[in-house]
């Protein structure tokens, strides 16, 4: 029989619906991972259950409903149209090889579980795991190993696994995202004063535990700030959306938002590499909200790059990763 080898496209994850109640499903299975918020589990169960999963998910569906499309999330349309873009590039054939590209949501539908099983029921007997974040987080990466070892663990027969390894350097990656700031530069009406590379921060404390997340992200911003040949000057690297009190990583970027518009910057570019398709976090964390903050600082205009999301270029790179690790099985 001919090998079937299933790749399994996996993100972070979206509500069903920009309701409370359906993100507070949502919000539930994501803050209630031990690999996004380690603190004491009895302590955090009080306060997720009877604080944040209280208050939370109504501020949080309004501001769903803001980006929501047509087709659901913008990161779950996205999502889709990038394996709909990575099987046409592979085809459904390699050599002597069947393939099927999935996606799975870390939280969320499609789940992990389900998108694994239909690629088992399938006939997959390799998996190919490529997470969707170039930079490696315990919290993003790590959680998604956990997730589809654990998936699998429950199998009698457990297809042998592979992993896309953390794409932060590749020159393909690094090639679709200076395309992608050039073109975004191109329409816009006067230069950016100031560029802002902006990646979804984690808590110091894990960093000082050895996960190697800031320096994955300091190559990225390097390696782009090279391809764009940017003055050293011209750019700052800073980290969004911070939840509690604890210290994370920084700069943060609200504040440096606040801080160039009181220095006097009125044109500001952000670009977000460690998020692969446009969610929350860009199109309004920094697409609404900090455009406010920097405006009500001094400055004038905030443009916002877009996520790789289906550029071809980007669907190439994946494809081109893909490749490079099916060596060997096709």
Known sequence: MAR?????????????????????????????????????????????????????????AALYRKIWTAEGSPLLRFSRAQV????????????????????????????MSSAVEDLCSWGADRILLFPMYPQYAGATRGSTYDEVFRVLGRRRFVPTLRVVPPFHGDPEYIGALAASVREKIATLSAPPQRIMISFHGIPQRYAD???????????????????????????????????????????????????????????????????????????????????????????????????????????????SLSRRELAGWI
Not at 4 to 28: E, F, H
Not at 86 to 109: K, S
Request: hydrophobic share 40%; proline share 7%.
């Open 4 to 60: 079937r080898i299933g790749i399994l496209v996996s993100q972070l994850g979206t509500p069903d619906a920009p309701t409370p109640s359906a993100v507070r499903r949502y919000l539930r299975q994501f803050l209630g991972d031990r690999r996004v918020v380690d603190l004491n589990p009895v302590l955090w169960w009080a306060i997720l259950n009877g604080m944040i999963l209280v208050v939370r998910p109504r501020k949080s």
């Open 84 to 111: 709909e873009g990575l099987q046409a590039r592979l085809g459904e054939r390699m050599g002597d090889a069947e393939i099927r590209v999935a996606l799975a949501m870390r939280y969320g539908n499609p789940s």
């Open 209 to 319: 535990r050895g996960d190697p997340y800031p320096e994955h992200c300091a190559l990225t911003a390097r390696l782009l700030a090279e391809r764009m040949q940017w003055d050293p000057d011209s750019f700052v690297m800073t980290y969004q959306s911070r939840f509690g009190r604890e210290p994370w990583l920084r700069p943060y970027t609200d504040q440096t938002l606040s801080r160039l518009g009181a220095e006097g910057v009125k044109r500001v570019l952000v670009v977000c590499p460690g998020f692969v398709a446009d969610c929350l976090e860009t199109l309004d964390e920094i697409g609404n909200l900090g455009r406010e903050q920097f405006r009500s600082a001094g400055g004038e205009s905030l443009d916002l790059a877009p996520c790789l999301n289906d550029r071809p270029d980007w669907l190439d790179a994946m494809a």
